[in-house]
């Protein structure tokens, strides 16, 4: 059980901020897409995703769930730079929930001298200053959430715009399966002594571990986001990798004693997976399981794509907090990125 004091750890509720996920899709669509509508869009060629961290990882979730029927590519930049092929045939969105992201900033500059059409999404800052002085579309955030903890309300605002752009048929009944499924899976995990929350048992199984996070890579951003999340919350190393990529490669790291790894391993699916990759998971298990100190697996919920994306991704939400207050931290505070911040703003 997780007792008075360590849930008194959680300073700023980020369990209450991750269990509001279904809201904020909700309510995201909803405004993004008033905003979106009222601008003009071009024909486009390309869609680029810039941002970081928290913002960044809704671009991919977008590409995840739209990755099968998106008719353009879809590219997420994590840097200083738009790629070179970034011209006036793409649009290009700067996700920047703070507004002050020095690499989104970066790149909304380099659009602007590229003449691409631009939209902006922020809490505040000086991407949303420099958005409204140039009557550049933006879609303003919720203040007061972690960018982590915002995801909802950052990934619905991307959504909004793809469907805007043609990029997928706008699919309501998807977005009301999966805030159904959401709800559901909410009032489980949110309970901590529930022997029904899965969430829990998960952060149980890998407190003394490595969490190693294995998916198909059409879940790539989900994986990717446990891997966040665990480090960020939990302050804990993780690592994730896709299939069938590791096969090829990770899976000879394998060949060690386990004391030498104390590695927790869990295993993401989704029903959609391609037959051989789903063929590949038994056995990638077999070689793992006598080597890691925990295999679990987990599969997402629901009848849509987007409702087995989110509901896996709130699992891991969860999992990351719970495992943070097991191990006797605050899941909020991220003072060593604060840190390396300051310090680059000083150098």
């Given at each position: 059980m997780l007792d008075k004091d360590k849930l008194a750890l959680d300073s700023l509720d980020m369990l209450g901020k991750v269990g509001s996920l279904p809201e904020q899709l909700e309510s995201g669509i909803e405004s993004a897409s008033a905003i979106w509508s009222r601008a003009e869009w071009p024909e486009p060629g390309l869609l680029v995703v810039a941002g970081m961290g928290g913002s960044a990882i809704c671009g991919e979730i977008l590409k995840s769930y739209l990755a099968r029927i998106a008719r353009i590519p879809i590219v997420i930049c994590r840097g200083y730079t738009l790629p070179?092929?970034?011209?006036?045939?793409?649009?290009?969105?700067?996700?920047?929930?703070?507004?002050?992201?020095?690499?989104?900033?970066?790149?909304?500059?380099?659009?602007?001298?590229?003449?691409?059409?631009?939209?902006?999404?922020?809490?505040?800052?000086?991407?949303?200053?420099?958005?409204?002085?140039?009557?550049?579309?933006?879609?303003?955030?919720?203040?007061?959430?972690?960018?982590?903890?915002?995801?909802?309300?950052?990934?619905?605002?991307?959504?909004?715009?793809?469907?805007?752009?043609?990029?997928?048929?706008?699919?309501?009944?998807?977005?009301?399966?999966?805030?159904?499924?959401?709800?559901?899976?909410?009032?489980?995990?949110?309970?901590?002594d529930s022997s029904e929350n899965t969430a829990m048992f998960v952060a149980r199984s890998l407190v003394e571990l490595t969490p190693v996070l294995y998916c198909a890579s059409e879940l790539k951003a989900v994986g990717l986001r446990w891997k966040n999340q665990i480090c960020e919350n939990s302050k804990k190393m993780a690592y994730a990798g896709l299939l069938p990529e590791m096969s090829h490669n990770d899976i000879m790291g394998w060949e060690v004693p386990e004391a030498s790894l104390k590695a927790g391993v869990i295993f993401l699916r989704f029903s959609g997976e391609h037959p051989r990759v789903s063929a590949r998971f038994p056995l990638i298990r077999e070689i793992i399981r006598d080597r890691a100190s925990f295999c679990g697996e987990y599969w997402g919920s629901g009848t849509s794509l987007l409702s087995r994306l989110f509901s896996l991704?709130?699992?891991?939400?969860?999992?990351?907090?719970?495992l943070a207050l097991l191990r006797g931290v605050d899941p909020t505070p991220i003072a060593t990125i604060d840190g390396l911040k300051s310090k680059l703003d000083r150098s």
């Open positions: 070179g092929y970034v011209g006036p045939g793409s649009v290009v969105v700067v996700s920047s929930y703070s507004g002050n992201t020095a690499e989104a900033l970066s790149c909304f500059e380099m659009a602007l001298e590229r003449k691409v059409r631009v939209g902006c999404i922020s809490s505040g800052g000086e991407l949303m200053a420099r958005a409204r002085k140039m009557s550049i579309p933006l879609v303003e955030l919720p203040p007061g959430y972690p960018p982590r903890a915002a995801v909802g309300h950052s990934f619905a605002a991307l959504l909004a715009l793809a469907w805007q752009l043609g990029l997928g048929e706008p699919d309501r009944p998807a977005l009301d399966e999966c805030t159904g499924e959401l709800r559901r899976l909410g009032e489980v995990y949110s309970a901590p991704i709130l699992l891991g939400d969860y999992a990351s907090v719970y």
